[in-house]
């Protein structure tokens, strides 16, 4: 299972990408290829503020719908619109391509309570 | 390459092998029905409401042909009439054919809902017959048939728990509604369209509701917890007492999700339990049509404190007659028109009648029974999510073909070529590559046997030869489905080949 080592991770199966005061964040491989293809992604409008652990989005595949779940707080600045016509992206590309929202931190300091590739990687073979 | 087929398969050839749709067989100046020549002036339709069909091509058909289209559909259906259907959590036994003769009666059949109570005593003592078996199978203090299905019938007991707290001055700080992990995702559904908070309770090692994790959770602003009991692992709920005390010490209220009741009937009572209310489903625990078939009946229970508020009018028992009793001045009102699908009363009553009291605990009994023989048949190949004895169904992982590449879905999908319908997949959703299966106490052990081999050698397969999982089902008139295309470019509407298809 393919888990990049410069990314963050939650225990829900998010991947968080920080740069500056900004978190991209997407969905795992292990997520995608638990949920099987995925067929919607719906996700907030930009400016909308999040909350720690707030549902922000939801995730259909052919399988369940799955909430998404902000690891951490702050404004939307931008979604993924590709994800609209193209959910598949989320099975092909999660790490990239597959990306959902960005984030403007209220409070970078959260994202030391994120799990590293390798603790995520870790849980994954409990 | 097509598929190679299973030897020990249960083959069933299909009269229709390659379907195609009533437009393809149109052939222009075929006609379907002889009109007699009018014996009144023509008039010019096109001309007084201009051309209707402009722009719609029907099939031009004859009859014969209309009838084999049809007759060579209804070949590729499977239902419990044609095989095993063992679908968890979703009870698919088999509904006794005397059903279908009491309902067909004249004196059922044809009679009105508004007809006078005097004139149709026959009828309201059908409703009332149901109803009061039902009170003793579950413990209630009252029953209701209103509902139409089973998410109604949970709908409808959120309702009166509304009211209930509504009337207590409560109304407006309970706001939560508890549910498992574990649970239908009716349930959620039912508590927001209800305008409740749901807040999920996590199941523990063992299957059970994690009673530290439901204190915690617990306080004043809890409204009701919805609990599915057996759950839909397959399991008891060890401490259903103690749940039930603990969200009434808070002042909650607590829902039985009846979807299981298959494993209790004429065995123990979940009016006994401490349950406020719970709902049933007449088409899945009491041989009425269930799916497709239908319509449903959610019939639901409830306790003395919920009574008043039950939906009017309420079939009643009188000195010397049944009556509908509309005084009901606290009552959530109708939630379904009439009293609900009264002929799915006369077929409850019949199977109820059928078994009577001394038969009804066999239900429960051999439904539990053949669900842990099949668990114990495939524990090697297909182990058990919890390792306990199961109650009418039981929850078994494939995770340990990922490796392979071989998924619950894709063993489903080859047991269609063993001629036998999947069980439910992927549900609950806390158990990784879940393959819930329920096989009914209508199923004989020789069935159960012939199941059992084609799950054995289906796994057998997926370690010699994985990718004839993959591409399976090989013997049906379509392979392999594109579930998420399906979903996604919608296509509905016939068109001809050399226009696009339309998608929504």
Same mark, same amino acid.
């Given at each position: 299972?393919?888990? %990049?080592?410069?990314?963050?991770?939650?225990?829900?199966?998010?991947?968080?990408?920080?740069?500056?005061?900004?978190?991209?964040?997407?969905? &795992?491989?292990?997520?995608?290829?638990?949920?099987?293809?995925?067929?919607?992604?719906?996700?907030?409008?930009?400016?909308?503020?999040?909350?720690?652990?707030?549902?922000?989005? &939801?995730?259909?595949?052919?399988?369940?719908?799955?909430?998404?779940?902000? %690891?951490?707080?702050?404004?939307?600045?931008?979604?993924?619109?590709?994800?609209?016509?193209?959910?598949?992206?989320?099975?092909?590309? %999660?790490?990239?391509g597959?990306?959902?929202?960005?984030?403007?931190?209220?409070?970078?300091?959260?994202?030391?309570?994120?799990?590293?590739?390798?603790?995520?990687?870790?849980?994954?073979?409990? | 390459?097509?598929?190679?087929?299973?030897?020990?398969?249960?083959?069933?050839?299909?009269?229709v092998?390659?379907?195609?749709?009533?437009?393809?067989?149109?052939?222009?100046?075929?006609?379907?029905?002889?009109?007699?020549?009018?014996?009144?002036?023509?008039?010019d339709?096109?001309?007084?409401?201009?051309?209707?069909?402009?722009?719609?091509?029907?099939?031009?058909?004859?009859?014969?042909?209309? !009838?084999?289209?049809?007759?060579?559909?209804?070949h590729?259906?499977?239902?419990?009439?044609?095989?095993?259907?063992?679908?968890?959590?979703?009870?698919?036994?088999?509904?006794?054919?005397?059903?279908?003769? +009491?309902?067909?009666?004249?004196?059922?059949?044809?009679?009105?809902? #508004?007809?006078?109570?005097?004139?149709v005593?026959?009828?309201?003592?059908?409703?009332?017959?149901?109803?009061?078996?039902?009170?003793?199978?579950?413990?209630?203090?009252?029953?209701?048939?209103?509902?139409?299905?089973?998410?109604?019938?949970?709908?409808?007991?959120?309702?009166?728990?509304?009211?209930?707290?509504?009337?207590?001055?409560?109304?407006?700080?309970?706001?939560?509604?508890?549910?498992?992990?574990?649970?239908?995702?009716?349930?959620?559904?039912?508590?927001?369209?209800?305008?409740?908070?749901?807040?999920? =309770?996590? +199941?523990?090692?063992?299957?059970? +509701?994690?009673?530290?994790?439901l204190?915690?959770?617990?306080? @004043?602003?809890?409204a009701?917890?919805?609990?599915?009991?057996?759950s839909?692992?397959?399991?008891?709920?060890?401490?259903?007492?103690?749940v039930?005390?603990?969200?009434?010490?808070?002042?909650?209220?607590?829902?039985?999700?009846?979807?299981?009741?298959?494993?209790?009937?004429?065995?123990?009572?979940?009016? @006994?339990?401490?349950?406020?209310? !719970?709902?049933?489903?007449?088409h899945?625990?009491?041989?009425?049509?269930?799916?497709?078939?239908?319509?449903?009946?959610?019939?639901?229970?409830?306790?003395?404190?919920?009574?008043?508020?039950?939906?009017?009018?309420?079939?009643?028992?009188?000195?010397?007659?049944?009556?509908?009793?509309?005084?009901?001045?606290?009552?959530?009102?109708?939630?379904?028109s009439f009293?609900?699908q009264?002929?799915?009363?006369v077929?409850?009553? +019949?199977?109820?009648?059928?078994?009577?009291?001394?038969?009804?605990p066999?239900?429960?009994?051999?439904?539990?029974?053949?669900?842990?023989?099949?668990?114990?048949?495939l524990?090697?190949?297909?182990?058990?999510?919890?390792?306990?004895?199961?109650?009418?169904?039981?929850?078994?992982?494939?995770?340990?073909?990922?490796?392979?590449?071989?998924?619950? #879905? @894709?063993?489903?999908?080859?047991? =269609?070529?063993?001629g036998?319908?999947?069980?439910?997949?992927?549900?609950?959703?806390?158990?990784?590559?879940?393959?819930?299966?329920?096989?009914?106490?209508?199923?004989s052990?020789?069935?159960?046997?012939?199941?059992?081999?084609?799950? =054995?050698? =289906?796994?057998?397969?997926?370690?010699?030869?994985?990718?004839?999982?993959?591409?399976?089902p090989?013997?049906?008139?379509?392979?392999?489905?594109?579930?998420?295309?399906?979903v996604?470019?919608?296509?509905?509407?016939?068109?001809?080949?050399?226009?696009?298809?339309?998608?929504?």
């Amino acid at each position: 299972m393919n888990v %990049p080592a410069d990314l963050k991770y939650t225990k829900s199966h998010e991947w968080v990408k920080i740069e500056g005061d900004v978190a991209t964040i997407g969905i &795992t491989d292990h997520a995608q290829s638990e949920l099987g293809d995925v067929v919607f992604v719906d996700l907030p409008e930009a400016g909308r503020a999040v909350a720690l652990d707030e549902t922000f989005g &939801t995730v259909e595949s052919v399988k369940t719908v799955s909430d998404l779940y902000a %690891p951490l707080a702050g404004e939307v600045m931008e979604v993924n619109g590709d994800l609209a016509t193209d959910s598949e992206l989320v099975n092909s590309d %999660p790490y990239a391509g597959g990306w959902m929202v960005k984030i403007k931190m209220s409070d970078p300091g959260q994202a030391d309570a994120l799990m590293s590739a390798d603790a995520y990687s870790a849980s994954l073979d409990d | 390459m097509p598929n190679r087929i299973p030897e020990s398969a249960n083959m069933r050839w299909k009269t229709v092998r390659e379907p195609r749709l009533i437009f393809e067989k149109s052939s222009p100046g075929q006609i379907g029905a002889n009109l007699p020549k009018a014996d009144t002036p023509e008039v010019d339709l096109a001309a007084t409401l201009g051309d209707l069909r402009d722009g719609v091509e029907w099939p031009e058909v004859s009859e014969l042909e209309v !009838m084999r289209h049809f007759v060579n559909l209804s070949h590729i259906n499977y239902g419990i009439e044609t095989g095993f259907y063992p679908l968890g959590s979703c009870t698919m036994k088999y509904n006794p054919r005397i059903n279908e003769v +009491t309902a067909g009666l004249s004196g059922f059949r044809n009679i009105h809902p #508004l007809m006078p109570e005097d004139t149709v005593q026959g009828a309201l003592e059908v409703i009332c017959g149901v109803k009061e078996y039902l009170m003793e199978i579950t413990g209630f203090y009252e029953i209701t048939q209103q509902p139409v299905a089973g998410a109604h019938g949970e709908m409808t007991c959120l309702m009166l728990i509304k009211a209930f707290h509504a009337a207590n001055g409560e109304g407006d700080k309970r706001t939560v509604v508890l549910i498992p992990d574990s649970a239908h995702g009716t349930n959620p559904a039912s508590a927001a369209r209800c305008g409740y908070d749901v807040k999920s =309770i996590p +199941t523990d090692a063992e299957g059970n +509701t994690d009673l530290v994790a439901l204190e915690a959770a617990l306080d @004043d602003t809890v409204a009701a917890f919805m609990v599915t009991n057996p759950s839909t692992l397959g399991l008891f709920e060890p401490n259903i007492e103690r749940v039930c005390e603990l969200v009434h010490a808070v002042g909650g209220q607590v829902f039985c999700d009846g979807a299981n009741m298959n494993a209790m009937v004429g065995t123990t009572r979940p009016g @006994d339990h401490g349950f406020d209310c !719970m709902h049933l489903n007449l088409h899945k625990t009491f041989s009425t049509p269930h799916g497709g078939g239908g319509p449903g009946c959610g019939a639901i229970g409830l306790q003395e404190h919920l009574a008043k508020f039950m939906p009017a009018p309420v079939v009643t028992r009188g000195e010397f007659e049944v009556f509908l009793d509309y005084d009901r001045p606290d009552s959530i009102g109708r939630v379904s028109s009439f009293y609900g699908q009264f002929l799915m009363a006369v077929r409850a009553l +019949t199977y109820l009648m059928a078994y009577g009291k001394e038969g009804l605990p066999n239900i429960s009994r051999y439904a539990v029974l053949n669900a842990n023989y099949v668990k114990a048949r495939l524990a090697d190949v297909l182990p058990a999510a919890h390792d306990r004895p199961c109650m009418h169904e039981c929850v078994l992982t494939a995770s340990k073909y990922k490796k392979l590449g071989v998924r619950a #879905l @894709d063993i489903s999908k080859r047991l =269609i070529d063993h001629g036998f319908h999947p069980p439910t997949n992927y549900f609950p959703l806390i158990v990784p590559e879940a393959m819930m299966i329920e096989p009914t106490e209508t199923e004989s052990k020789e069935t159960l046997d012939r199941f059992c081999d084609a799950m =054995i050698a =289906i796994c057998k397969e997926a370690e010699e030869d994985p990718d004839a999982l993959h591409n399976a089902p090989a013997t049906q008139i379509v392979g392999r489905l594109d579930e998420a295309r399906a979903v996604k470019f919608l296509d509905v509407k016939y068109k001809k080949e050399s226009e696009e298809p339309v998608s929504v």
